[in-house]
């Protein structure tokens, strides 16, 4: 009796840590969601108080995007390895107080070993794939909702590399890594095709002025390319593992050294990206305990994955 009353209260802690995340996160994104609201905004530049309910309403449409994307993505890595008998947890959410975001998303943790390429894969494309789902339609519906507007062009000091910066301080030349304005959302092939769809091809100076459902749908496209990037312990990672065994750490190398050129001649995101790689989640897979080959479903689901990676990657996320 008393063994199983203490393994109740375990597992209640347990829960209710993942709860009180989930409720901040919430928080979180209600907030940078009604920050971001035209209606909410236009209230307050009228000298208009917002209460509670008219927060949450102006906050509701970012925040109830962005998280179905993220909880729908945990959910499928958790029914995965439920049904290859591993040990998971549910997701953690990670929420932070500020803007842009809200959140640094979610993720759940693997407690016991992957016992083979099938479970790997599955477990490690469960998650994308179905987030991928879940944004497609809210981007589309996104983008044919927000407006076209003029915008001034980006100047020459706003594109520069870290490299190019490096090399400009060293030459003494004039560097303005950050300056104020409107953050511009870089372009993967498929919000490239959902703009182009919903508005057609846009004039000279003009660009799409995304309200919080397309915003929201966008970073749930952006999570879903850095998750996965092969490397690593990334959903990619478990995905090239799947589908290469053994010499899946080897390109997982070399793809690691791919993404530390980006990082160096494209954009900051991808350097600090590979740092948290490198240093911290490394760039090799647990060995599997079974490399049994797979079928022929699980190789389509391996190349589905690596499509949607193509279709979500942005080469240069943020401009400002």
Not at 2 to 14: I, T
Not at 47 to 59: C, Y
Not at 80 to 103: K, N, Q, S
Request: aromatic share 8%; net charge positive.
């Amino acid at each position: 009796m008393a063994c199983s009353l203490e393994s109740a209260l375990v597992r209640w802690k347990s829960l209710s840590l993942h709860l009180v995340l989930f409720g901040l996160t919430v928080v979180t994104t209600l907030a940078v969601g009604a920050s971001m609201s035209p209606a909410a905004l236009q209230k307050m530049r009228s000298g208009i108080e917002l209460g509670l309910t008219d927060l949450v309403r102006a906050g509701l449409p970012y925040c109830a995007t962005l998280l179905s994307i993220l909880l729908v993505h945990e959910l499928a890595h958790f029914v995965a390895a439920r049904r290859h008998r591993v040990d998971a947890t549910l997701p953690y959410f990670l929420p932070v107080p500020f803007e842009p975001i809200g959140t640094l998303g979610a993720f759940i943790r693997i407690r016991s070993p992957i016992p083979s390429r099938r479970a790997v894969l599955d477990i490690g494309a469960a998650g994308p794939v179905a987030g991928f789902v879940v944004a497609l339609p809210l981007l589309f519906w996104g983008f044919a909702t927000s407006e076209v507007k003029p915008v001034p062009p980006l100047s020459s000091t706003q594109l520069h590399s870290p490299l190019v910066m490096l090399l400009r301080l060293i030459e003494g030349r004039p560097v303005q890594p950050f300056v104020e304005g409107p953050m511009v959302m870089g372009d993967s092939a498929i919000t490239w095709l959902a703009a182009r769809v919903t508005h057609g091809a846009l004039p000279a100076h003009h660009d799409l002025h995304v309200n919080p459902v397309a915003y929201a749908a966008w970073l749930g496209m952006f999570v879903t390319a850095l998750n996965l990037l092969p490397i690593g312990q990334l959903d990619g990672g478990h995905v090239l593992h799947g589908l290469f065994g053994r010499r899946a750490d080897r390109i997982s190398r070399l793809l690691s050294h791919a993404l530390l050129a980006l990082g160096l001649f494209a954009s900051w995101t991808w350097l600090a990206w590979w740092v948290l790689i490198r240093f911290v989640l490394g760039t090799r897979h647990p060995p599997l305990a079974s490399q049994e080959p797979l079928d022929s479903p699980r190789r389509a689901l391996g190349v589905a994955a690596l499509v949607i990676l193509a279709l979500t990657f942005v080469p240069v996320p943020f401009r400002f």
